[in-house]
């Protein structure tokens, strides 16, 4: 049976993970900012806004891991700042530590965003800030190049695919694990606010077949247990569309 750490898992898309995960016969650690209301094998309450918090879960978390899903993250309402180091900087810092841990066949996956498609846009700007590896240069880089609150949920979005990619390929060269990404469009979990509202849950309850409606949490923690799988032993460095065919009505 595998060890999976999940963070984010005390909500939404993290939660379903966990419950996903754990259904399927895994040991499960969350690790969250706020106290878990559901069954786990586990957890660490940690902020991971901090590099120093995430130094300091690593004490608690197992010696030896065979997945990481980073599902932990804050809407583009959150200061540019704090989005910055959640969505993305603690995110690449907790992987790398958490990879120390694992074997070749780990498996690390990340939620990215329908919101990041446009990588392609901004590709060099995302590499250089992917080569810059440590937290610390990653904040260093970001005081050089600051990003705008209005486009930041987007730009860190679109950092995180380029990253995985990046970072994915070498990771897997290196050590033989596995780093991918899924791609939620909307989905109905506290992070919406009341945009939720506006997307029409009760519509898409009564319409599930309807192309570019939002998802509910069960319907992305699947994609994201798939990857974690020995099943997606093949994929690596992939951008996983789970959207209801958001993505494909771009075309
Ligand atoms: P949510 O708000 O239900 O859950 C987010 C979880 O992350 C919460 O449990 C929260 O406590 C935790 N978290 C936030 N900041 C933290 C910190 N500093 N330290 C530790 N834990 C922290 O949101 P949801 O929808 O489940 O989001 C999960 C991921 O999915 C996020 O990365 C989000 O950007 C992404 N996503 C969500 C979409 C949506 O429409 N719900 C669409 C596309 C991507």
Same mark, same amino acid.
């Given at each position: 049976d595998k060890t999976i750490v999940v963070t984010?898992?005390?909500?939404g898309i993290g939660a379903e993970t966990v419950r996903v995960l754990r259904a399927r016969g895994a040991r499960v650690i969350g690790l969250d900012r706020s106290d878990p209301m559901l069954t786990l094998d586990g957890f660490v309450k940690a902020d991971l806004s901090e590099q120093a918090a995430i130094d300091h879960a690593m004490k608690q978390l197992?010696?030896? !891991? =065979?997945a990481l899903a980073n599902v932990a993250g804050v809407p583009g309402t959150a200061p540019a700042e704090l989005l910055g180091r959640v969505n993305y900087l603690s995110l690449r810092h907790l992987s790398e530590r958490v990879a120390e841990r694992m074997s070749a066949g780990a498996s690390i996956v990340n939620v990215s965003s329908?919101?990041?498609?446009?990588y392609m846009q901004r590709l060099d700007q995302h590499k250089a800030l992917a080569d810059t590896r440590s937290f610390e240069a990653g904040l260093a880089w970001l005081a050089r190049n600051p990003v705008s609150q209005a486009t930041c949920y987007e730009f860190f979005k679109e950092a995180l695919i380029v990253w995985t990619m990046r970072r994915g390929h070498a990771l897997f060269l290196e050590q033989g694990i596995r780093m991918n990404a899924v791609a939620p469009g909307?989905?109905?979990?506290?992070?919406?606010g009341e945009f939720a509202t506006q997307l029409g849950e009760a519509r898409v309850q009564a319409d599930a077949?309807? !192309?570019?409606r939002p998802s509910f949490a069960d319907e992305v923690a699947p994609a994201i247990a798939f990857l974690c799988? =020995? =099943?997606?032993?093949?994929?690596?460095?992939a951008n996983l569309p789970v959207d209801g065919g958001f993505e494909a009505s771009y075309l």
């Amino acid at each position: 049976d595998k060890t999976i750490v999940v963070t984010g898992a005390c909500s939404g898309i993290g939660a379903e993970t966990v419950r996903v995960l754990r259904a399927r016969g895994a040991r499960v650690i969350g690790l969250d900012r706020s106290d878990p209301m559901l069954t786990l094998d586990g957890f660490v309450k940690a902020d991971l806004s901090e590099q120093a918090a995430i130094d300091h879960a690593m004490k608690q978390l197992p010696a030896q !891991v =065979d997945a990481l899903a980073n599902v932990a993250g804050v809407p583009g309402t959150a200061p540019a700042e704090l989005l910055g180091r959640v969505n993305y900087l603690s995110l690449r810092h907790l992987s790398e530590r958490v990879a120390e841990r694992m074997s070749a066949g780990a498996s690390i996956v990340n939620v990215s965003s329908i919101l990041g498609h446009f990588y392609m846009q901004r590709l060099d700007q995302h590499k250089a800030l992917a080569d810059t590896r440590s937290f610390e240069a990653g904040l260093a880089w970001l005081a050089r190049n600051p990003v705008s609150q209005a486009t930041c949920y987007e730009f860190f979005k679109e950092a995180l695919i380029v990253w995985t990619m990046r970072r994915g390929h070498a990771l897997f060269l290196e050590q033989g694990i596995r780093m991918n990404a899924v791609a939620p469009g909307p989905v109905f979990t506290p992070i919406l606010g009341e945009f939720a509202t506006q997307l029409g849950e009760a519509r898409v309850q009564a319409d599930a077949s309807r !192309v570019k409606r939002p998802s509910f949490a069960d319907e992305v923690a699947p994609a994201i247990a798939f990857l974690c799988s =020995d =099943d997606a032993r093949a994929i690596v460095g992939a951008n996983l569309p789970v959207d209801g065919g958001f993505e494909a009505s771009y075309l």
